[in-house]
């Protein structure tokens, strides 16, 4: 229930930012990889940095192990030795050591792949012989370790298929220092397969399988991580997470590092630091999205409960829970439209309704505005859209459309003119009277 908790209060940043975020949280991948071109010999191994090969094989070693403790910490589905569980390319018979390439259609007696009892999800289990079958591939983006290929299932479901990128900075940085392609391929596939591990424990989508579980942190958090979805905020990559808490034997074991401030946690008896996970994340979603999302859109009559929410989580005087208390708070007078019992009563001027139609240009900016050259706002009711031309000194009319947000408000137009009156079904003008 933690869990969900903080994945919920990281949801509700995107709240007023609805459609403009898309233009934040995405950020184009590098180049995708040339399909049959040869990863080339490894380079001469170096002195390396770190200890050489020793070092190498340590980090793998490492990251293995890590992978071997999450399949281990609980019951969920597949759990078990992770190298039973291994990449297409590092299985017996597989291809070795070529560059990642999108899979190729194989005609198939089998059908698409079984759904296993008390599956906690609409999409099936799959199999490397699954994957096999699959068509239509389209490179979509690589990151630090991964190539990423949207491909269709035989059952006709449109997934997406992650593979070490042999052009990726994980792998490219390895084989510089240590001279060592298959030993680097094999430390950055173990972040595959970490986040394999952790993707089989999730019985819901914010929530991690384990009732003793502590939060799971994101140690790579950025904006890019994260897409909407039907209006809710979900992560991408999980290679990077983790879900043990910091071990300690003091509290100068418990320092939580940003590149503006530093947090110095307690190290409980048992040895841990107390809630560093959580306060990771939580200061992470101030950085990247409560500063540049929640206040500046808002009705004023919310600004103050949003700066408070801000201040507090950038100081981390509240939890999890007192943070979505807050929120859900927030949320519940911005949906019902509460906010506006406090607002002041219009000018009392009248508007004419002209159904059916809409104005051509006339358009002014304001701010904030989800059109970049027009003054396009969400409203509660007819009422707040005549205050709010009321505010502006250019605005002469407004043109009410038939699309909503995700919390269900109205998205309006705010004209400086109404010369150029067009028909359009899909509107209705309103329209100030002279006087």
């Known amino acids: 229930m933690r869990r969900r908790r903080a994945a ?87 291809p070795g050591l070529q560059r990642p390439r999108p899979p190729k259609t194989r005609t198939s007696s089998d059908g698409p792949p079984s759904w296993p009892p008390g599956s906690p999800g609409p999409g099936p289990r799959l199999g490397c012989a699954a994957l096999r079958n699959v068509s239509g591939a389209q490179y ?7 190539a990423v290929y949207r491909v269709r299932l035989p059952g006709g479901a449109v997934v997406a298929l992650k593979a ?16 060592a392609r298959r030993s680097c391929y094999r430390l950055a596939a173990h972040k595959l397969l970490k986040e394999m591990v952790l993707l089989e424990r999730l019985r819901h989508p914010n929530v991690l399988e384990g009732k003793d579980q502590p939060p799971i942190t994101l140690l790579d958090f950025r904006p890019r991580q994260f ?67 929640l206040p500046h859109s808002a009705p004023p009559s919310l600004r103050p409960l949003l700066d408070a929410i801000v201040n507090a989580t950038g100081e981390l005087t509240w939890g999890v829970d007192e943070t979505l ?7 519940y007078l911005y949906r019902s439209g509460q906010y506006l019992q406090d607002s002041k009563a219009s000018s009392g001027a009248e ?29 509660f009711n007819l009422a707040e859209a005549v205050g709010i031309c009321e505010s502006h000194a250019q605005c002469r009319a407004f043109v009410l459309t038939n699309q909503t947000t995700w919390t269900g408000r109205k998205l309006v137009f705010f004209k400086s003119g109404w010369n150029q009156l067009v028909p359009d079904a899909s509107k209705t003008t309103y329209v100030r009277a002279p006087g």
């Open 8 to 94: 919920v209060a990281a949801g509700f940043c995107a709240s007023f930012l609805l459609g403009s975020v898309l233009n934040v949280l995405f950020a184009p991948g590098s180049e995708p990889p040339r399909p049959g071109q040869s990863p080339g010999p490894s380079p001469a191994p170096g002195l390396g940095r770190r200890g050489g090969r020793g070092e190498l094989a340590r980090q793998i070693r490492a990251r293995y192990e890590e992978v071997q403790r999450y399949s281990r910490g609980g019951p969920g589905p597949g759990a078990g030795r992770p190298e039973r569980r291994r990449l297409m390319d590092l299985a017996p018979g597989g």
């Open 325 to 331: 208390a807050q929120l859900e708070t927030t949320l």
């Open 164 to 179: 070490v990128d042999f052009s990726g900075h994980d792998l490219g940085s390895c084989v510089r220092e240590f001279g």
């Open 351 to 379: 508007y004419q309704r002209i159904p059916d139609s809409t104005i051509a240009q006339a358009d002014y900016r304001c701010w904030p505005s989800y059109h970049h050259s027009g003054c396009l706002l969400s409203v």
């Open 227 to 293: 897409v909407l979805v039907d209006g809710e905020l979900k992560v991408t990559d999980l290679d990077d997470a983790r879900v043990e808490e910091t071990a300690c034997q003091s509290s100068a074991d418990c320092v939580l590092s940003f590149p503006a401030r530093n947090f110095t946690l307690p190290c409980s008896a048992q040895g841990w630091c107390e809630n560093m996970n959580e306060k990771r994340n939580l200061y992470n979603a101030y950085r990247f999205f409560y500063t540049y999302l």
């Open 140 to 146: 979509v983006g690589s990151g630090y370790t991964k």
